[in-house]
């Protein structure tokens, strides 16, 4: 059972959702929420009305967690949260408006991939962090196969290898050739 010391202000999550951020922010509301021991409010359903005490219990958490969520969010999405009435509603409209395959949030994505270069004041690791944060979010669109389908598998190396490739090809000259030479070495006989 999550503890009952849950105070509100302890809480917080690092990012604030604004539509684009999906992944990292679900990745985070779920790593403070699981510290705390109160992630299961995101997909449990309450204890039985029988149970009032319990109940009571868990919707006094539930309403805090619903409350971090709403905070976690930038103030122009909080409206759309006002008739859910528990967390597990709330994170289950996020995924359904985030996860699904929309073809305007597909389109968007792979136009700001197609546009990000590498400006030369930019690190690499900056660089490959913003072209992963596009990636990550175009790949959770992608439809899962099942575990131990190797045409699934196979099809997920070509995927992460495309994006390899598009990476190497917006990136600054510089790794453009590096990485490309180092593909080369790869790819000749021994």
Not at 45 to 70: C, E, F, H, T, Y
């Amino acid at each position: 059972m999550a503890r009952n010391d849950f105070g509100f202000g302890s809480l917080i999550i690092d990012i604030k959702l604004d539509g684009s951020n999906y992944r990292e922010w679900a990745f985070s509301a779920r790593t403070v929420l699981r510290t705390a021991g109160f992630v299961s409010h995101l997909t449990d359903d309450p204890p039985s009305p029988n149970d009032d005490a319990a109940r009571k219990s868990w919707q006094k958490i539930d309403d805090r967690v619903m409350g971090v969520l709403i905070l976690g969010v930038e103030p122009s999405l909080r409206m759309s949260l006002e008739h859910h009435t528990s967390a597990k509603e709330i994170w289950k409209y996020f995924e359904q408006r985030y996860l699904q395959p929309s073809s305007a949030l597909h389109f968007s994505l792979l136009q700001n991939l197609h546009n990000t270069r590498q400006p030369e004041d930019m690190s690499i690791e900056e660089y490959y962090g913003a072209f992963t944060r596009i990636t990550g979010q175009l790949g959770s669109m992608v439809p899962k196969g099942n575990s131990g389908c190797e045409s699934c598998a196979a099809k997920e190396k070509y995927d992460h290898q495309t994006l390899m490739f598009q990476f190497v090809m917006v990136s600054s000259q510089t790794l453009r050739t590096f990485a490309l030479n180092c593909l080369v070495v790869r790819l000749l006989p021994p």
